[in-house]
């Protein structure tokens, strides 16, 4: 429980720094979103209420105040843009965003550890070479174009899955967004085989593996008792790293892009706060991993 409390701290001064730093960046982006709103219809009157009924009259300290205060009574302000709070906004895009993420890197774990497991007992092999290849050949394939051959093949062709679309209900959604997780699965699978075969590979050549060897360990429970366990830490690291990247995809990324043209403060701001807790948070939960797999990480100071 300590282990987790110190990490749990990690996320305040994360939170605040996040704060600062996107609060003051985004008033530097040129453009002022008054006029941005009004288009052909802004003149200097109207511009000039628009920015007293949004606070943007004030010095930026005060609005970072202002922004502060609402913040720890949880509120993100209101959309210049869309004319509605911030929070559910944001909360409303979400959902599909952490479905498609979760989903995504289940898929990438089902489809990186046995090909890692293949190659790492077959060095050197054919099935070894085969698999080796599999990451240059998924990493020099562009994800939309995987998207689209995906869709054009099991959703158009075939009739297996919806084109586009969410779903409803836990069935809809595992199988309305298959297509979409998989071709982002496809993308993260490359760096996990790598990073998993080669730690599986220093893990085989450990002295502890060769005495249980000796001892007459069946090879099965070698493997998934002693080498898997001790080599999957790495890629924990690297599918934690590239899930925190996944956060740009459409959805709230997509909220995060508009917001930005439309010179949409609050939600930026919001937006990018969310970005950076998530972050952390799944930085939490590979922290989390580490110590569940090996113990030693629970008493690291």
Not at 136 to 163: K, R
């Amino acid at each position: 429980m300590t282990f987790v409390f110190r990490r749990l701290l990690m996320l305040v001064p994360v939170a605040v720094g996040v704060t600062i730093v996107v609060f003051f960046m985004i008033h530097l982006i040129p453009g002022d979103p008054a006029r941005t709103i009004l288009g052909i219809h802004a003149t200097p009157q109207r511009i000039a209420i628009l920015h007293k009924q949004w606070g943007l009259d004030r010095p930026l300290v005060s609005q970072y105040w202002l922004f502060m205060d609402r913040l720890l009574h949880g509120n993100l302000g209101q959309s210049l843009y869309y004319g509605v709070p911030a929070r559910p906004l944001i909360l409303s895009r979400l959902p599909p965003t952490l479905w498609l993420i979760v989903y995504a890197a289940v898929l990438a774990v089902v489809i990186s550890v046995p090909l890692a497991m293949i190659a790492a007992t077959r060095k050197d092999g054919v099935r070894d070479q085969v698999v080796r290849a599999v990451p240059l050949f998924g990493l020099g394939m562009p994800p939309f174009w995987v998207g689209i051959l995906l869709i054009y093949a099991l959703a158009i062709h075939v009739h297996a899955f919806p084109v586009s679309g969410y779903g409803t209900g836990f069935v809809g959604h595992l199988h309305a967004m298959f297509l979409p997780a998989l071709t982002v699965a496809i993308a993260l699978a490359p760096v996990v085989i790598r990073a998993l075969r080669a730690s599986m590979l220093n893990v085989l050549g450990a002295e502890y593996i060769t005495t249980a060897r000796s001892k007459g360990v069946p090879p099965a429970r070698l493997f998934m008792r002693h080498v898997l366990r001790n080599a999957v830490i790495p890629a924990v690291t690297v599918l934690g790293i590239n899930i925190g990247f996944l956060f740009a995809i459409p959805g709230i990324g997509q909220l995060m892009i508009n917001s930005i043209f439309q010179r949409d403060f609050p939600v930026v701001q919001g937006v990018t706060l969310v970005f950076g807790v998530l972050v952390v948070l799944v930085n939490l939960l590979a922290d989390l991993s580490y110590a569940a797999l090996d113990p030693r990480v629970r008493f690291d100071r």
